[in-house]
C-alpha cells in the first residue's frame, strides 16, 4: 500500500489521562464514561474519526456513481462491552440520512461506501456494524 497521509498521536495516563497529536494541533483531556469528570473517552474519539470518514466516502461514491446527491448526514454510535473471556469488544452503528436520492440508492449508495471508507477497511470483521439508511 502506498501511503498517502499519516499522523501519530501519544496517550498519557489511559483512560484518566491525556492524548495529544504529536504536531500539537489537538488535545484532549480523557475520563470515564459516566465518571462525571471533564474529558472525551476514547470511544467518542472514534465515533468522530469514524462518522467524518464515512460521510466523505459517502460524498466520493455519489460522485463517482454520478448519484444527485445533495447533502447527508452521517452519525456513528460506538458501544464497547465486555466478552466471553473478559476481553472488550466495540460495536458501530452508521446512520446516514441523504437528500436528492431515493431509499434504493441511498442504500447502494451506503452499502459502497461501507466498502470504500477506511474504518469500515480496518474495522471489518472485527466488529459488529450496523448500518442505517434514510433518504429524505
Not at 29 to 40: E, K, M
Not at 78 to 106: D, F, H, N, P, R
Amino acid at each position: 500500500m502506498k501511503i498517502f497521509y499519516q499522523t501519530q498521536a501519544t496517550a498519557t495516563g489511559g483512560r484518566t489521562g491525556r492524548t495529544a497529536l504529536d504536531d500539537g494541533s489537538l488535545a484532549f483531556d480523557l475520563a470515564l464514561p459516566n465518571s462525571g469528570q471533564q474529558g472525551a473517552n476514547p470511544e467518542q474519539l472514534f465515533a468522530m474519526g469514524y462518522a467524518a470518514c464515512f460521510d466523505s466516502a459517502l460524498n466520493l461514491t455519489a460522485q463517482q456513481m454520478k448519484l444527485p446527491l445533495s447533502h447527508s448526514q452521517t452519525s456513528v454510535q460506538i458501544g464497547i462491552g465486555q466478552v466471553l473471556g473478559g476481553a472488550y469488544q466495540l460495536t458501530a452503528k452508521i446512520s446516514v440520512t441523504t437528500q436528492g436520492l431515493s431509499q434504493e440508492q441511498a442504500e447502494s449508495l451506503v452499502e459502497k461506501a461501507h466498502q470504500v471508507c477506511p474504518y469500515s477497511n480496518a474495522v471489518r470483521g472485527n466488529i459488529e456494524v450496523e448500518l442505517v439508511t434514510l433518504a429524505k
